[in-house]
Each structure stands twice: as structure tokens, then as C-alpha cells.
């Protein structure tokens, strides 16, 4: 026997009380039993949003909510201000493409955050830009992007919008929506939410709501205006995903019950900790300058493959790690601390780093890390 560990950057394990609620027996979606969870999970996704105004939820997985947002509020041929700094940015840039709308990408350095002022340069020059989109946290590369500078400088343009990727974000740090004023806050079931994958959850500011009037791209499922409508009425348009929705319910009360404010400090301190036991390993972190608190991303040490340090973590220790993504394949390794995450999850992570970098026969002070680890821990 080999207990497995998901220490990827989702899905994430999902607490126990949670997948109970799920094995229950299937409610009717339009059955008076199921009016009170929707409307409980509709509360409870405002509070997790930090929005006073309707969450949307999809029976999709986190891609169905990026694609949803672009087909939703833009139109042919309007030009959207797109960061792209790791796969997620990248898919930003493609869905709107497949949409026809036009893009301009700032292209940032993989590990990089996005330099606010080039936004803002981008904005000044052309007026005509309709949507800026980006992740919170980018994590292909561990990056979380400057969401609230760039909010400011959205905010005061009347026809423009920004549509945020929250998917390792929300639930993860502090992102305010209408204390920001974000625009469009889309995340998944499958990351901070502790949930199996399915689920895609998209709110809407009121200038986002008004943008949707004239947005002229073919919609049919993803149709948000149909969603909020059925959402006034405490239903959704289509059958919804009604088990998700019951472990929602159980997740949604977890996360109230704990704080938001608790739940932001219980990822960073995960995240400090993770990224100063690497570092006593004498590793280095990829996104040293702007590091999200969902993941770390660390450089594979010298003459070593990332891909030997994921197959060990996999294959002899059952933990499931991620590597990188195209170029950074082989270069990286992503080591998630999200979700239904604790001490021990950084424990396990960091102590069987250090086995396997022993076994690679890589040149390190045995102890560091671990020590490290449960020095910031046990604070
Ligand atoms: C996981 C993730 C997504 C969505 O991926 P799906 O596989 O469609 O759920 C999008 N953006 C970011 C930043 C993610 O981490």
C-alpha cells in the first residue's frame, strides 16, 4: 500500500465532511429540498467573493467560466488588453482570438509579474480597449499579478472592464471585488474551493452587467444574462451540477466558519514557509519578487530534471506535485499549499524534497528545510 498525497496546484484533496455531503442521494434540481442549498450557496459565494451582487455557477470545469466571460461581454472585433505571462495568460489570449476579438498582449517573462504602468501605458494609448484580462495568480509560474493597481486604473475608464482569473486566487489572498472594482471574478471548484472538478463560478460587476447589453459574440450554454435571471428566481437555467453544489454547501459554511481574514493568513503562512524551507535548501523560486500564496514554483537544482524530482515525489512517496509547463519543463517544480491545506501538507512536502534531493545526490544541509519549515509552523 502507498498513501497518496495531491500537493498539485488542483485538484486539491477535498475534507471528508465534504465528500460525506457529496455521496448523499441525488436531489432534484427543481425539487423544493434543493431551493434551500441553492440559496445558501448563493449567500455564501457573496461573502467568498466580497460581492453584493449574484455569483453565477457553471457546470463546467475553470475554463468554461475564462470562456463564458469573453463570449459574454465582448463583441467582434473589440480589442482587449491581455497579460500574459504562463499558460493561463496564454488562454486568455486564445479565447478571445477563437472569438474574434483582437488582442494585445503584453508578453511578461515567466516568473514575472506584469508591470502595472505598462498597463496603464496600453490603456492611455488606446482608448478603445474594452476588457483587461489577467490571472491573480498565474499558476503556471507561481506569479500573483498586481490585481489591485490595475483595478484603479481600470476603474475609471467608463467602457472598460477588467475580467480577473481568480482560480488560485479567490479564497487564496484578499481580492475585495467591489471594494476593488473588479469586474468579472471567475474561479473553479477544483483549486481554493476543495472541491472535486466541474464547477465554474463567474460574478459580475453592475458595469460588467450593462457591458453584456451589447455584446454581440454567439453564446448558448455559457449565457450569463439567463443565468442571472434564473438566479433572481433561486434557480439556474440548466440542470446544475447538484452534487458539487451539496459538497459546495459543506465547503462554503467551512469557510465561514474559519474567516476569510484566517483563511488568507492560513495560505500565507503555508506559503511563507514553503518558500523559506526551499530556500534553505539552498533552492531558488522562480517568482522570487511576486510569489502567489497558492503555490510555489522552485528551480530544479543545477544538473538536475525537474521531471525526476515529480516522478520521485510520485512514484516512491505517492505525492502528487506538479512540474512545468513548456519551456519550463524539466526546469521546475510546483509545490501547491491551496485549499484544504495545512502544516502537515507542508511537512510532508518539504520532507520528502529533501529525501529526494538526497537520493539525486544533490549537495544540501540535511535538516535545513524541514527545520526551517517547522520553525515558521509551530509560530
Ligand atoms: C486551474 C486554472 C484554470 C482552469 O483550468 P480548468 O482546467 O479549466 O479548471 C484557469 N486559470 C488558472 C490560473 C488555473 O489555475
Given amino acids: 500500500m502507498k498513501k497518496k498525497y495531491l500537493l498539485a496546484p488542483g485538484p486539491t484533496p477535498v475534507p471528508s465532511s465534504a465528500l460525506l455531503a457529496m455521496a448523499t442521494p441525488i436531489v432534484h434540481h427543481r425539487a423544493p429540498e434543493f431551493a434551500p442549498v441553492l440559496k445558501e450557496v448563493q449567500e455564501g459565494l457573496k461573502y467568498l467573493f466580497q460581492t453584493k451582487n449574484d455569483v453565477i455557477m457553471l457546470a463546467s470545469s475553470g475554463t468554461g467560466g475564462m470562456e463564458g466571460s469573453v463570449a459574454n461581454l465582448l463583441s467582434k472585433g ?3 488588453l491581455v497579460v500574459v505571462g504562463g499558460k493561463f495568460g496564454e488562454r486568455w489570449r486564445d479565447i478571445c482570438n477563437a472569438y474574434g476579438v483582437e488582442t494585445i498582449n503584453i508578453d511578461v517573462t515567466w516568473g514575472e509579474a506584469v508591470d502595472g504602468s505598462i498597463v496603464k501605458k ?12 489577467l490571472q491573480a495568480s498565474e499558476t503556471c509560474t507561481g506569479v500573483m499579478h498586481p490585481v489591485k493597481e490595475i483595478a484603479d486604473y481600470v476603474k475609471e475608464r467608463e467602457n472598460t472592464v477588467l475580467i480577473v482569473d481568480a482560480i488560485t486566487g479567490l479564497g487564496v489572498f484578499n481580492l475585495p471585488m467591489d471594494d476593488w472594482g473588479l469586474d468579472v471574478v471567475v474561479t473553479g471548484s477544483q483549486k481554493a474551493l476543495m472541491l472535486p472538478p466541474g464547477l465554474a463560478f463567474v460574478a459580475l460587476s453592475d458595469k460588467a452587467i450593462k457591458m453584456m447589453e451589447t455584446s454581440d459574440l454567439p453564446k448558448y450554454y455559457f449565457n450569463f444574462k439567463k443565468e442571472l435571471k434564473a438566479i433572481a428566481k433561486n434557480s439556474t437555467a440548466y440542470t446544475p451540477a447538484v452534487s458539487l453544489i451539496v459538497g459546495l454547501k459543506d465547503i462554503l459554511s467551512m469557510l465561514r466558519e474559519e474567516g476569510l481574514e484566517n483563511v488568507f493568513a492560513r495560505h500565507e503562512k503555508l506559503a511563507n514557509a514553503t518558500r523559506e524551507a526551499v530556500k534553505a535548501l539552498g533552492l531558488t523560486l522562480l ?3 511576486a510569489p502567489s500564496n497558492a503555490l510555489t514554483a522552485v528551480n530544479a537544482p543545477e544538473g538536475t ?36 491545506s495545512d502544516t502537515f501538507d507542508v511537512v510532508i512536502a518539504i520532507s520528502a524534497l529533501e529525501m529526494i534531493l538526497a537520493e539525486l545526490g544533490v549537495d544540501f544541509e540535511k535538516g535545513a528545510g524541514i527545520n526551517k519549515a517547522m520553525e515558521l509552523l509551530s509560530k
Fill in 122 to 133: 496600453h490603456l492611455d494609448e488606446n482608448p478603445d480597449i474594452k476588457a483587461v484580462l
Fill in 305 to 340: 530534471d525537474a521531471g525526476s524530482i515529480v516522478k520521485l515525489y510520485r512514484e516512491k512517496y505517492g505525492i502528487t506535485v506538479a512540474g512545468g509547463q513548456d519551456h519550463l519543463k524539466g526546469k521546475i517544480f510546483r509545490l501547491a499549499h491551496l485549499g484544504y
Fill in 78 to 80: 473589440d480589442k482587449a
Fill in 287 to 289: 517568482a522570487p519578487n
